[in-house]
């Protein structure tokens, strides 16, 4: 517990304005702790294409233990405000770490690289998670994974392009999508409530007369997939303003707060490029969810 109070005091003492020299003193402080994938136990499949573009690809972290029964598949989607972001190469500690991780759970791993704006606007990244969820569906079995054991889990805007493909936005159709949970972390979800930004105009346009029908707070009430949120501490007011739209949300719809975790000492990034670590405290209550909450084996 020494180490976790030690990493906190230093992510909390960081400039708490969230820019850039936050972003990279955050990944120096944890990049040395993370796991990397070991060959020894796991199998990566990198840069594998689920679309014809460039940045839409995926890597797939599978155990190499043989298991009584198809795995559940964790599927991790980057943020990066819109316009940028990466899933990682081999070397990299992030999001090698997400995917390490899911394999020490017993779960099949997914990383996702989607396309950016402003080249690709709205709807292009939920757009994407279709594509890849699609993939995944058709393909997730030769690896031992369960197709119909799909848990998305996106952070920044990888939590807002997931809440848009649960909205049915960039899907060809309207029905329930074939999730069996999903884990939004520091989303933002109603676009009214949006603070303006040059990313926000890059993914959505100027027009901010369209935040209404493009927002996803009400489907996010409304969907049957079971969905957990995080915030974080130190996440900017407006991300803090976002989880509490979304509770009110749930809340005014099914009368019970929605699965929630406030991860204490935690920054806007630092919540995810801690998984998998030895001072993780996301990791666990991700595992308390997908197997208790949502009843999902390994």
Known sequence: MSAVREVL??????????????????????????????????????????????????????????????????????GGGFVQGDKGGAEAPFFNNVGAWAVAQGYVGVTVTYRLAPAHPWPAGSADLHAAVEWLRANVASVGGDPQRIVLCGQSAGATHVAGYIAGHGRPDALRPPLAAAVLVSGVFDLTQAVDSVNHAAYYGADRSV?????????????????????????????QRQAERV?????????????????AGHNHVSSVLQVGSDIDTLGPQLRQFIDVGVGLPG
């Open 9 to 78: 005091a230093r992510l909390r003492a960081l400039d708490p304005e969230f820019n850039m020299a936050q972003i990279a003193a955050t990944r120096e402080i944890l990049a040395p702790r993370v796991p990397y994938p070991d060959a020894a136990v796991c199998t990566v499949q990198r840069d594998v294409a689920y679309g014809s573009d460039p940045r839409q690809r995926l890597d797939v972290f599978a155990p190499k233990a043989i298991a009584s029964a198809p795995r559940t598949v964790f599927v991790y989607v980057h």
């Open 247 to 263: 509770v009110q949300a749930c809340m005014a719809q099914r009368g019970v707060w929605p699965p929630f975790i406030h991860l």
């Open 211 to 239: 935040d209404v029908q493009r927002s996803t707070l009400d489907a996010l009430a409304h969907t049957t997939v079971p969905c957990l949120y995080v915030i974080c501490e130190n996440d900017p007011p407006q991300f």
